[in-house]
């Protein structure tokens, strides 16, 4: 594991920006694992600007996102799939037939799920996978649980992530209960795995997934095991490492 230590989430941001870019331009046609959520945000903007200055090219990147909430179209304003559109692929030259995300309305989920880990596999993996991290040390919506599941799959949030997502709609009920997610092996098949995380909030499930055992009970944890995993994480979030 690599760690990479920021000052704050702004660090983070150009930080984790800087090895996106890298990958992007030693493989023009490489294939990203994207994340939602505010912990990339940064880190998209700073792609955006990178290919406002000229920098980048992302006419033949294809990418594959984590998850989607079941039920929410690719319009609703806050499916995974607007919110990749509104942060990044709509202020790059990216081909949006290029870019995938479980859809949240297909009407069989056992087939979408199926085919989402076919679609990785043709696309002969991911070069590189971007993740945020919950609280809970959730990676996509792979919530704590008895045993790792490798396939995409569709889950039951946690309490803890609706409570946490409940920030972005207008009441807690809004938030829906289930996703589809890639799974364990969607994300440790990626060459490299790039994780962002910034804030006090983070700093238990950094603690625990880096130097806890690995265990489905903090499916972050798993990423101790993969060979080219870099942590790029604020002061905030190594808090309670003895660094
Ligand atoms: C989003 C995702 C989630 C988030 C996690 C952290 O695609 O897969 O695992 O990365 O919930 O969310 P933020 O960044 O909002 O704290």
Redesign the pocket.
């Known amino acids: 594991m690599r760690l990479i230590r920021a000052k704050n989430y702004e660090d983070v941001s150009v930080k984790a920006g800087n090895i996106i870019a890298s990958v992007i331009n030693l493989k023009p046609d490489c294939v990203l694992g994207l994340?939602?959520?505010?912990?990339p945000i940064g880190t998209y903007k700073e792609l955006i600007k990178k290919y406002e200055a000229g920098e980048l090219d992302f006419s033949k990147v294809k990418t594959v996102n984590?998850?989607e909430y079941v039920g929410l179209s690719k319009d609703h304003d806050q499916s995974?799939a607007y919110f990749m559109r509104n942060n990044l692929f709509d202020h790059v030259n990216i081909d949006q037939n290029n870019c995938n995300i479980p859809s949240g309305l297909t009407n069989d989920p056992e087939a979408e799920c199926a085919a989402y880990d076919k679609l990785i596999a043709s696309l002969g993996g991911t070069d590189l996978q971007l993740?945020?991290?919950?609280p809970n040390g959730?990676?996509?919506?792979n919530e704590p649980d008895e045993a790792f599941f490798p396939a995409t799959h569709c889950v039951k949030l946690t309490d803890s992530?609706i409570d946490?997502n409940a920030r972005f709609f207008a009441t807690r009920d809004d938030v829906p209960k289930q996703a589809y997610t890639m799974g364990i092996w969607g994300i440790m098949q990626a060459k490299r795995v790039l994780m962002v995380v910034n804030g006090k909030n983070k700093a238990e499930a950094v603690k625990a997934a880096l130097t806890g055992p690995v265990t489905p009970k903090v499916p972050a944890s798993i990423l101790q095991l993969h060979p080219d995993f870099t942590l790029v994480a604020d002061e905030e979030a190594l808090s309670l490492l003895d660094l």
């Open positions: 994340a939602t959520g505010s912990s984590l998850d995974y993740l945020g991290m919950g959730h990676i996509g919506f992530t946490a």
